[in-house]
């Protein structure tokens, strides 16, 4: 089987690693904290330290880490994944970042013969624990027939979507859906908490219709149980959206949901719950 490293083992990465081990592949992890990585080390992972350490004896590494500015460092720094890793290896960042970088990273790659996809992925921790994520990739076709075997590990809807950098925008794309729509349903939940009605009702109601989404059915429930633990952080997704504007910028557009929502989450995560999950919206409608 092929031997992976896995870089980040956050709310999602976890998940994710442990599917690669289950499915029988050797495992070397590596994130800034080991102690997160514990379990998976006492379920048969290797510990490396370093970026570069895992590269040199990984055929295949995925990194999922927090910011842009991570995803440089690993790829392109000191010791990082491009100087280390063997010609013919399969690098994929499957973190949210931005489409720029991917196609920076995917020509310094190229420059040494290493394959590199973008492979962003949607879905959230439910997504990542269930093995079905969406999972969004960016690259030559090569790299992603390298991919995809391991892809089927973790995701149910795995596309291809162009060159280097379109996974990335393709994210972008799916980030922008979702900020609007979170709006929405705190807007719709506080709206049928205001007029008196049970909101656990309505959900039921008006889910299986036009205004069906996972942010509604998913999301929604945890709003209403107050359960804001974090399948995606309320700080990453700023990022994510702080990333589309600044793409959408360069191409001219003008995206008035994506700013208006971008704006709220920014006061949500001013008044403390930037590691709260996104669906924490709703407290910016309460404390108002």
Not at 177 to 195: D, F, Q, R
Not at 220 to 227: N, P, S, V, Y
């Amino acid at each position: 089987m092929t031997t992976i490293g896995f870089i980040g083992t956050g709310v999602m990465g976890k998940s994710m690693a442990r599917h690669l081990l289950q499915g029988g592949h050797g495992l070397h992890l590596y994130t800034r904290t080991k102690s997160k990585a514990k379990d998976l080390l006492e379920e048969g992972a290797v510990w490396k330290e370093s970026p570069g350490e895992l590269a040199s004896v990984s055929d295949v590494v995925i990194t999922m880490v927090g910011y842009p500015e991570d995803v440089k460092e690993v790829y392109m720094g000191e010791n990082g994944l491009i100087e280390r890793a063997e010609a013919g290896a399969l690098l994929i960042d499957m973190t949210t970042s931005d489409p720029a970088l991917a196609a920076e990273i995917a020509e310094q790659a190229a420059l040494k013969n290493i394959h590199v996809l973008d492979a962003p992925v949607s879905g959230g921790d439910i997504g990542a624990k269930n093995a079905e994520l969406a999972i969004m990739a960016g690259g030559t076709e090569e790299a992603f027939a390298k991919a995809e075997p391991v892809f089927r590990l973790l995701g149910t809807n795995i596309r291809h979507l162009g060159k280097a950098g379109a996974g990335q925008s393709t994210k972008m794309a799916n980030q922008i859906a979702i900020a609007s729509t979170m709006m929405g349903v705190s807007e719709s939940l506080v709206y049928a908490e205001k007029a008196g009605l049970n909101v656990e009702q309505v959900l039921d109601t008006i889910e299986t219709g036009a205004a069906g989404s996972f942010s509604l059915s998913k999301l929604g429930r945890r709003m209403i149980a107050e359960d804001f633990e974090p399948g995606f952080y309320v700080k990453h997704f700023i990022k994510d959206m702080r990333i589309a504007v600044e793409s959408a910028k360069k191409m001219g557009l003008e995206l008035h949901g994506l700013e208006l929502a971008e704006s709220l989450y920014a006061q949500l995560a001013e008044n403390g719950w930037e590691n709260a999950g996104t669906q924490a919206l709703i407290k910016y409608y309460f404390q108002k």
